[in-house]
């Protein structure tokens, strides 16, 4: 089975500066990649995905990641945060010949004015 | 506009009731998902289907039961809730090309079920 790690659970920060959010994954397959956001009293929304091809891959709202295989991470980035980044952001994957996506425990963002 | 809907919103209901999540999509998707989401942990697949009359058990185990007489429609009963099965319930659905292929469509998601057992 797939495991996939948040390492933060809970992560404050200031608006207008730069956000990281962590992704680690356990594979010994290729997989494809998914970050999702959620708003409260609201479903998951797809921030962005990586199937193949460039291993940085941009998504809605500004937000960014980049696949590292060796590494076995898709860190999710943005350079400038909105108050309306705050939000609920989980991580995801599914095996290339899978049918289950894995999802991470999330990370809690909270933007501060 | 095609969505996903998901109702009731809130429950909040005694010990021993059945109930039943109702989860509609209006986009045509075969594959449709039930999550079980708790504070702090990842989303567990409960249940899913590939289409109609295709039901199958996720890794998590649950008290459960889904059915798919309709490709829009994928409702989740619980026929006796416990204070156990206290939890937001989550439903999506994703497009599917075949048995055998892989399925990695982005997955559309409701605004969720928040279940309370007293």
């Known amino acids: 089975a797939q495991s996939v790690t948040q390492l933060d659970s809970q992560v404050p920060v200031f608006e207008e500066a730069p956000v990281e959010l962590r992704c680690n994954y356990s594979?010994?397959?290729?997989?494809?990649l998914f970050w999702y956001v959620q708003y409260p009293n609201q479903g998951l929304q797809l921030l962005l995905k990586y199937l193949s091809g460039s291993t940085l891959v941009k998504g809605i709202n500004g937000f960014e990641a980049e696949f590292n295989k060796s590494q076995t991470s898709f860190h999710l980035r943005k350079p400038s945060v909105h108050i309306s980044d705050t939000a609920e952001y989980f991580c995801a994957v599914i095996q290339n010949t899978g049918n289950q996506f894995y999802f991470g425990t999330g990370t809690s963002l909270t933007v501060i004015p | 506009e095609a969505d996903i809907y998901q109702t009731p919103r809130y429950l909040v209901i005694g010990t021993g009731k059945k109930i039943t999540l109702e989860c509609s999509q209006t986009m045509g998707h075969d594959k449709m998902y039930w999550y079980q989401q708790d504070p702090g942990m990842e989303l567990h697949l409960i249940h899913y289907?590939?289409?109609?009359?295709?039901?199958e058990k996720g890794d998590l185990s649950s008290e459960s039961t889904v059915s798919r007489i309709r490709t829009e429609h994928f409702p989740l009963t619980l026929e006796s809730a416990r204070p156990s099965h206290t939890s937001q319930y989550l439903c999506?659905?994703?497009?599917?090309?075949?048995?055998?292929?892989?399925?990695?469509?982005?997955?559309?998601f409701g605004p969720g079920t928040r279940l309370t057992v007293l």
């Open positions: 594979s010994s397959v290729s997989v494809y």
């Open positions: 289907s590939y289409g109609v009359n295709s039901t």
């Open positions: 999506a659905s994703s497009e599917y090309t075949s048995l055998w292929e892989n399925s990695y469509n982005e997955q559309f």
